[in-house]
């Protein structure tokens, strides 16, 4: 598969996991990992994973706008850079926001976000 596709293939997996069942998304992320929301940063699966979860809204809704990416170092990771709009439950506008993503692969063939990094953007 190639990048852009892989790329893709993996923002729709996240992103639909986000929206329907965040405590899912422990499964991408090791002990190494690390998110840095809004300016806090957050490391290891089960961190993050609490750090998701205990977000202020139940429901929302990615919008994806792009998808980029670019190989990452001789190890085959990847660098996956996100731009679109949230929707949340019962809010009339959508949020923009960017995310990146760092992704290692794995031993069994799949990849890991090692690095996970969200920022809404205010306009």
Known sequence: MDPDS???????HYYKMF????AGLGNLYQESSMLTFEGA???GSLAIVEKLASLPFQQCLHNISTVDCQPSGP???MLVFVSGSLQLSGEQHALKFSQMFHLMPTPQGSFYVLNDIF???YA
């Open 6 to 12: 892989l790329a893709k293939a993996f923002v729709e």
């Open 19 to 22: 929206d329907s069942n965040r």
């Open 41 to 43: 940063k957050i490391q």
């Open 75 to 77: 190890g085959g990771g």
């Open 119 to 121: 920022r809404l953007n």
